[in-house]
């Protein structure tokens, strides 16, 4: 796995989609190495022992190695390979590798209405932004899509209709695809039924 990120310009219309990717990448850690790695732009730059927030939603899923996520909502939570946790705006957090592991992991940054109302209704919550999902294939590969699409410079192209405006390898599809592969039924279990009646 590569070292690499890009944060992507967020254009007006992009806004109006709900969903939006604002940044995606790999992060590979060896054992021994210096974390967190250098180059992100504020305020996405943190220190392991302070932690910190940010503005955007971000999905971080671990192919290799273990480490720690500490939300606040939740403290300390060990992540082992298969794991993706969830960050959320504005909430404070940190997370690293252990050092005499490392980790390879992907990673993307989101916002938008769409899921501020998944949110609000109940079906993501900070209480519950660790999630086993194992080690299917399917999710490394379209991790390995989006961040090859943002290493190629490629962004979204809206068509006419709906149907076409997202192209297959499209940052939002990608996620969408992500988002479907995993096994909700931990969080369904945390669902009472009602809150999201309005959707």
Same mark, same amino acid.
């Given at each position: 796995m590569e070292h690499y990120f890009r944060y992507i310009p967020v254009r007006r219309r992009d806004v109006c989609w709900g969903l939006?990717?604002?940044?995606?990448?790999s992060t590979s850690i060896p054992p021994g190495a210096p974390y967190p790695p250098l180059g992100h732009p504020k305020p996405y730059r943190f220190s392991r022992t302070q932690g910190h927030t940010i503005p955007?939603?971000?999905?971080?899923?671990?192919?290799?190695?273990?480490?720690?996520?500490? !939300?606040?909502?939740?403290?300390?939570?060990?992540?082992?390979?298969?794991t993706c946790f969830v960050v959320f705006p504005g909430q404070w957090h940190r997370y690293r590798p252990l050092r005499e592991v490392g980790w390879d992991s992907y990673w993307v940054?989101?916002?938008?209405?769409?899921?501020?109302r998944l949110v609000?209704?109940?079906?993501?919550?900070p209480d519950h932004a660790v999630l086993l999902v194992g080690s299917d294939k399917l999710i490394p590969t379209l991790f390995e899509r989006l961040v090859?699409?943002?290493?190629?410079?490629?962004?979204?192209?809206?068509?006419?209709?709906?149907?076409?405006?997202?192209?297959?390898?499209? !940052?939002?599809r990608l996620f969408d695809e992500v988002l479907a592969g995993l096994d909700w039924s931990c969080c369904a279990a945390h669902y009472d039924g009602t809150r999201g009646a309005g959707l």
């Open positions: 939006y990717v604002t940044a995606a990448g955007d939603y971000m999905a971080s899923y671990v192919v290799r190695g273990k480490g720690v996520f500490e !939300p606040k909502a939740t403290g300390a939570r060990p992540i082992v390979p298969g940054s989101f916002r938008g209405e769409n899921m501020d609000s209704h109940g079906f993501f919550s090859s699409r943002l290493n190629r410079q490629q962004t979204v192209l809206f068509g006419p209709t709906l149907d076409s405006a997202i192209s297959d390898d499209d !940052p939002v």
